[in-house]
């Protein structure tokens, strides 16, 4: 079995935003041998790109998966195109709408009801309800990827959300929900979404031996909600972060614990959040990368990639979390400089992109005003 995978470049200026498309199977066989899955379409003005690209490149107009992660408009706004163009056969999508019986107790308003709350959810997650619509017109199935659920080949597994976490923490801490009673994990978020800037009033220095990357990020439930996916081609294990923060990836972790899982297997990780510090930690990336290497080094044990806009800030990616996947052995490569190619095995394109050139090591980084 062999890989491909393209992570696009998308966004303007400073606007980050997802697309990735995944081709796994007999490369060089018939269609039928391979499958083609597209995780996430970037904003509204990039689905034609990712049309063009999978009809050009993959010399097809058929998808046979389709996943959106959650609902932010950088990664869902392109879906509806991609639909009414391609011939997608499947959707993996979570329809918090759906989830909405009982919810009221969980809000602290009594006159919170549920059929209220649903109203919300459709009227704020407008362009998913949209991909709901069309997929209905066209008799195309949705399936809600929580923790287990794996394609037809059993190459790609959802590791996260779980369906508990996912209904009873996520969906009643949504920006367009209610004050929640529950004091979850994630339940402060919503209230301080207004100080979610990454607003940065100086900078500190780091060295090698001196990281300033601590556990202290917070992200929005949306962005918890993100599916999480490992792809195994031969024993070799792709892992797809989306926009997750340390929540779902603790849950991911802790689950992958609980099966003694073997991480040296992941030989490309995603970075979460276009390079956000709130989505990552220190004790993560020991987990998922493997521990501070002793000496300063380019060497990579793993590959990872960080799909952000055009023009680098210092919001995405944050330079301390370059540093800190550096440190560990996976150098980052980013998407601004165009499209990121990766190949597993004997694959058609292996020799039409040049070597691409990781992130240096920043020895000034940002310092969050929270």
């Known amino acids: 079995m062999n890989l491909e995978l393209d992570f696009l470049p998308i966004g303007e200026k400073t606007q980050c935003g997802d697309a990735l498309i995944l081709s796994y199977g007999n490369l060089k066989g018939q269609r039928y041998e391979y499958s083609i899955v597209v995780v996430d379409s970037g904003f509204q003005e990039n689905g034609d790109h990712i049309v063009d690209h999978i009809k050009n ?4 107009d058929v998808v046979d998966l389709l996943i959106s992660t959650h609902p932010d408009q950088d990664h869902s706004g392109g879906i509806p195109i991609v639909l009414e163009k391609l011939d ?15 919810i009221a107790k969980l809000f602290t308003n009594p ?4 059929q209220g ?25 949705i399936i809600e990827p929580f923790t287990g659920l794996k394609d037809e080949s059993g190459c790609l597994v959802v590791l996260g959300p779980d369906e508990k976490f996912y209904k009873e923490e996520l969906i009643p801490n949504f920006r367009c929900t ?24 100086d900078y500190v220095d780091e060295k090698w031996d001196l990281e300033t990357l601590d556990d202290s990020g917070e992200t929005t ?27 779902a990836l603790t849950r991911v972790v802790n689950l992958l614990d609980s099966e003694e899982y073997d991480y040296s297997k992941i030989k490309l990780i995603q970075v979460p959040h276009h390079g956000s510090h709130r989505n990552i930690s220190p004790d993560l990336l ?23 806009a055009r023009e680098l800030d210092d919001k ?22 165009g499209l990121k190619y990766y190949g597993i095995g004997d694959v058609p394109r292996q020799n039409e992109y040049p070597s691409s050139k990781s992130l240096p090591f920043f020895y000034k980084v940002e310092k969050h005003t929270n």
């Open 88 to 102: 997608v056969k499947k959707i993996w999508m979570h329809k918090p709408w759906d989830h909405t019986e009982n």
């Open 316 to 337: 995405h990616p944050s330079k301390k979390v370059m540093n800190a996947f550096k440190r560990r052995g996976g150098p980052v490569h980013a998407t601004n400089g």
């Open 111 to 114: 006159s919170v009801t549920d």
């Open 178 to 201: 209610p004050e929640s009673k529950d004091d979850s994990i994630v339940e402060t978020i919503k209230d301080k979404l207004g100080e979610i800037s990454e607003s940065i009033k």
């Open 57 to 60: 490149t993959y010399d097809t």
């Open 221 to 247: 439930a949306e962005n918890n909600s993100s599916t999480i996916l490992l792809l195994n081609i031969n024993d070799n294990h792709i892992l797809l972060t989306s926009d997750a923060g340390q929540p």
């Open 117 to 141: 709350v649903k109203k919300e959810i459709n009227k704020s997650l407008s362009t998913v309800k949209e991909v709901e619509k069309i997929a209905k017109r066209k008799g195309i199935p």
């Open 286 to 308: 020991d987990k998922l990368i493997g521990p501070k290497l002793d000496i300063e080094t380019d060497i990579a044990t793993k590959i990872t990639v960080v799909s952000i």
